[in-house]
Structures are given as C-alpha cells and as structure tokens.
C-alpha cells in the first residue's frame, strides 16, 4: 500500500502547508512537492512490477496485481506530467487558489488507483467518488469563468447520475449473487444464469450505461466537450488521460471480468455482452471523429478526439477472448501508454499557444512553424501518433487492437476502425496546415516555460520510440501480466 500511502501523506502534510503559509509565499513549491510525492509513488509501484502470485487484502476486497500495478502506473505518470507541466505557468488570476490545484490532484489521482485495485464494488466505488468529486472541484477553479461554472455544474449533475447508474447495477449484482466480491459475484450468477437472466441483462446495461459515461464514450459523451472548453487546460488534460485511463481499468475489471469471460461465456448472453460492447465502441468512433470536424476550439476538438479514443479502447474489451486471440489486455495497456503520451503532449502545445497568445482555438497555431520550429516539428510527431500514421505509438497501437479483430472475424468493427481513422486525418492534418501553410497576422512570439519544454519533448521522445520498437513496450507487458491471476482472479 506504500503507493497509495504516500498520496495520502503528502495530501495531507500540502493542505496543512498551504494553510499556515503566508499568502506572500508563491505555491509553487507546493507543485514542486507534489511532483516529488507522485515520482515517489511511481518508485514503490516499479518495484512491485514483477510477475508474482498477486497480494490481497481484507477478503479481496482490495489487491495488488500486475493489472493494478500497469494502470497505477500509467495513472501516475499522467498525473505527474499534468503537475509538472502546470509550475510556473498557473497564475491567481485563473485559478485563484494555486495550492489547493496542487495537492487536489493528489487525492484524484488516489481514487483512480483504488478502482484499478478493486476487487469489491464497494472499494470499486469509494474510489470512483474520490475521483469524481475531486475531479468537480478542479473543474470549478477557475470560478470566475462563465464557461468553467457552466461545465463544472454540468459534469457534477450528469457525474452524479451516472454514479447513481451505477450503483443501481452493481445492486442488481449484489441482489443476485448476495456479495459484492467480483469473484462470489462471477460464480454465483454463472451458477444460476439460467433463472436470472433477465436481471443479469439490467444489470450489464445499468453497468455499461454508467461506465460509458466516466469513459467519455458515445453516446454518453456529451458532457466533455463543455467541460473540457471551461476548465483550466491542465485539469482538461488530467480528466483526458488520468480519469480516463481509471474509468477503463474499472470497465476492464468488471464488464470483463464478470460478462465477458467465466460462466457466462457458455451461454447465449455472452454475444449480446460482446455485440453491446462492439456498438458502443463503433459510435464512439464514428460521432467522435465526424463530430470533430467542425470544431474550431482545440480543447472541444480534443474531447472528440478523446470520444473516438474512447472507442478504440473499447475495442480490446468487446472482441472475443479465445485460444486464437488472448493478448486483449496487451492491446489495450499498449495503445493506452501511447494514448497517454501523445495527449499529454498535444495538451503541453494547447498551453503553450495559450500562455503565448491567449488563443484556445485551432488558429492559434498558425504560422507556429515559423515562429517556433521546434515545437511545430514536435507538435507534428504528436499528431501523426494522435491519427494514427506509421512510425508513431499511436499507429501500432491501433495496428495490434485491429489485428485482434480480425482475428476475431469482427470484419464489421475493424472497416468502422479504419474507416473513422481515415475521417481523422482531415482535421489532424487540419492543425498542420495551420502551423505550416498559415500565417500568424500578427506575429505572436511563442513563449515557453521549461517545463513546459521538456513535457513535450519527452511525450514526443516516448511516441517515436513506440513506434519504432513497438515490441520493447508489448514483450513487456506480456511478461509481466498473467491473465489467470492478473485479470481473472484464479489461480
């Protein structure tokens, strides 16, 4: 528990800190201390990276497994690259309250290790709510922006009722199978799915219904784009990689572990819970990427961005698990770690135009190649890795996740993959027309912060390296995750 631990410490000793502390004090070193206490955890959780018979507590109510420990870790580093990027360029007038941002993003980042360690609905939701409600308050910071209170207020509604959404399915499985362990639960309706069917089905829609809300996934997306436009840009990245990448992990644990495979794979419901999954995923591609084209402000064109994502990592979850295809959560983890870098870094530029020109629509980055060439050739890495073009993470990420479709013979499903793909490349080739072939009227100089500097290049750095030796983050993976013990709590 040392990982979580030292979130939880560091919590606490910042929010004292920032109480005692004068207001003449600048808080950035409160960022700095942040940093430290998320590097700090990601230490503990590589050194718990090896494949060993997985840890429990109380009764599995909570473990620590390779599934866990992979999420965790790209949970962490998200966070601390959002926090990194942040020092030295938040400033009073935006966020009035510096400080709390810091050490708020400590506990959200808390919340999502719990889901990825759940084995019980209960731990499962106690994380969810510590994420979601801190995850309200960052939004809402900027308190003195119209579209900052408009988003917060829709994002704590339809997050509340969403919530609810849930909780109301993981009843149904209480009801059922009398524990809210996912392993009783598992054995229990695969025991007696025959007279329970009917519940199990509301029970999986309730379940997929809320979870396709904390993913951003269609059609239950459409709290982000508002959302993403009115908070602070980093709090837009943290909910775009950290919450998104905890939303699936507790998607992967339960949709996947209690639906899709076990009992209910012998019986008919399992195709309805694949199909279910399968549509989803194909509407998330298709309104995401289609949406996208007529967005004109990079943040809500990144939130659809983020839709169609969304449904390319649902992809993993939705197509059938068998003895010709059993690497599901390799594809996912892989193209997640690529999702990871190249938003984090395509978020560094959106601050970067930001903090230089005050401009958050796609027109910002006009004429960046001649104002600032090294981002604008850094900014075009992240973009063909975003889209999806050969030597990038992005590209083999979609590569293996198409594969394993068609190894499944969901034909359907990958011509929708590669088909939205293709829309794609209109409006990610729309932002390098505008830093090569537009020019800035006004010849705004582009000013960046160090580390914002570095943040971008090192996302650039880890999206080459993915797409060059694709196999290093994959063999990886692999030898570390053991289906059995990782995912499927046997053995």
Not at 141 to 163: H, P, Q, T, W
Not at 276 to 297: I, K
Not at 301 to 326: C, E
Not at 475 to 484: A, G, K, P
């Amino acid at each position: 528990m040392t990982p979580e631990l030292t979130l939880v410490i560091a919590a606490v000793v910042l929010s004292l800190l920032d109480l005692v502390l004068p207001k003449r004090i600048n808080r950035t070193m409160l960022g700095w201390l942040s940093l430290a206490s998320i590097l700090i955890s990601i230490g503990f959780v590589i050194s718990f990276l090896q494949p060993v018979e997985p840890k429990q507590l109380l009764g599995l109510s909570y473990r620590i497994d390779d599934f866990a420990n992979i999420i965790k870790l790209i949970l962490l580093t998200g966070a601390g690259f959002v926090t990194f990027m942040s020092i030295g360029l938040i400033k009073e007038r935006e966020i009035p309250h510096i400080g709390e941002f810091f050490y708020l993003l400590l506990p959200a980042t808390l919340g999502g290790m719990i889901m990825a360690s759940s084995g019980d609905l209960i731990t499962l939701f106690v994380g969810l709510e510590l994420l979601s409600i801190t995850s309200y308050i960052l939004v809402a910071m900027r308190k003195k922006d119209l579209r900052a209170n408009e988003g917060a207020f829709k994002y704590m509604v339809l997050g509340g009722i969403s919530s609810a959404i849930i909780l109301y399915g993981m009843s149904f499985l209480y009801g059922m199978s009398g524990s809210t362990n996912i392993v009783e639960i598992r054995n229990a309706i695969g025991q007696n799915a025959a007279d329970l069917l009917p519940l199990i089905y509301v029970s999986f829609f309730l379940l997929l219904a809320g979870f396709g809300f904390k993913i951003a996934a269609a059609p239950f997306h459409m709290w982000a784009p508002d959302v993403y436009q009115g908070a602070a840009t980093p709090v837009t990245a943290f909910l775009a990689v950290v919450s998104k990448a905890a939303a699936f992990a507790i998607t992967f644990r339960i949709l996947y572990v209690v639906f899709a495979v076990g009992p209910l794979s012998q019986l008919p419901i399992h195709g309805d819970v694949l199909l279910s999954l399968m549509v989803v995923a194909a509407l998330a591609m298709v309104m995401g990427n289609f949406t996208a084209l007529r967005q004109t402000n990079m943040k809500r064109l990144l939130a659809y961005s983020g839709v169609a994502n969304s449904g390319y990592l649902l992809v993993p979850l939705a197509i059938y698990f068998s003895d010709v295809h059993f690497s599901n959560f390799s594809e996912f983890a892989f193209y997640l770690i690529a999702y990871l870098f190249m938003n984090i870094g395509i978020f560094a530029v959106v601050m970067i135009i930001e903090h230089s020109t005050g401009d958050e629509t796609t027109s910002g980055l006009a004429g960046l190649y001649y104002r600032a060439p090294a981002t604008a050739v850094g900014t075009v890495f992240l973009v063909l890795s975003l889209a999806g073009l050969p030597i990038s993470g992005g590209f083999f990420g979609k590569l293996y996740i198409l594969l394993g479709t068609l190894q499944t013979h969901n034909y359907w499903l990958a011509a929708v993959m590669i088909g939205t793909s293709v829309v794609s490349y209109y409006y990610y080739f729309g932002l390098i027309r505008q830093m090569f072939m537009r020019g800035d009227m006004e010849s705004r100089e582009v000013f960046i912060t160090w580390p914002l500097g570095i943040t971008l290049w090192l996302c650039v750095a880890a999206s080459i390296v993915m797409g060059a030796v694709p196999q290093w983050v994959l063999n990886w993976i692999e030898q570390i995750f053991t289906l059995t013990q990782d995912l499927l709590f046997i053995g």
